[in-house]
């Protein structure tokens, strides 16, 4: 597969505690120069960031993060908050504790809030895989199928392991039509990340893809 393919599917990410704006911005310069998908900030950032960057390059943020048991309502804000600063996609972490007390309907509602707060924006949804059991994955399938969201995801990138392909591939297996995947954490070469498109992700959560090809600049 091509580079340039394999970025144009990248968002382009950096959600480290430590990151200050001259970080913010580089990855944004980044973003622009290699045409990735978005690159995915911080919530604090989005409005400098998108005036950065006008309509050269979409802004992603990220919402409920990593751990994903705040309120419901915290959540809306937070994404409407994000909306009026100019994100153009939402990745929210849903709340892991409430699934696995079976308490669906809670996970279903949390989503389809957060997906109205976005206003048509694009919606991906962190269910954090490496916390969840095989059945917790699946009923996580239905819910974000049943939700409205564009994205079903892996991984905040912030827990005890990343995406794997066999998550993308229980994935492809239980998603409703029109819920596209995003592989996130611990994707660290290329091979790794054309084995998840190939597997059927359309959106890749990393930076290491965007220092790959400025490693090839250099040789």
Not at 87 to 95: T, Y
Not at 120 to 134: A, Q, S
Request: hydrophobic residues 40%; contains cysteine; glycine residues 8%.
């Amino acid at each position: 597969m091509d580079l340039s393919a394999i970025l144009s599917a990248c968002d382009h990410t950096l959600l480290a505690q430590t990151a200050t704006w001259d970080q913010i911005r580089a990855l944004c310069d980044d973003g622009m120069k290699y045409h990735t998908a978005s690159v995915c900030i911080p919530p604090c950032y989005v409005k400098k960031a998108k005036s950065y960057v006008g309509e050269r390059l979409k802004i992603c943020t990220v919402i409920g993060f990593p751990n994903g048991n705040m309120t419901t309502e915290a959540k809306v804000f937070e994404t409407e908050d994000a909306i009026q600063k100019g994100a153009d996609e939402i990745d929210m972490v849903i709340n892991i504790g409430m699934l696995k007390a079976e308490e669906d309907e809670y996970v279903l509602e949390e989503i389809k809030a957060v997906r109205a707060a976005c206003e048509g924006k694009i919606l991906k949804v962190i269910i954090e895989t490496c916390l969840l059991t095989e059945d917790e994955k699946i009923r996580m399938c239905r819910i974000v199928t049943d939700s409205g969201a564009d994205y079903i995801k892996t991984s905040t990138g912030f827990s005890t392991a990343g995406a794997t392909f066999a998550d993308i591939e229980l994935f492809a297996e239980h998603i409703g039509p029109g819920v596209k995947m995003k592989a996130a954490g611990g994707i660290a070469s290329l091979e790794d990340a054309e084995k998840f498109l190939s597997l059927g992700a359309s959106r890749l959560g990393t930076s290491r893809i965007v220092k790959i090809a400025k490693a090839k600049e250099t040789k």
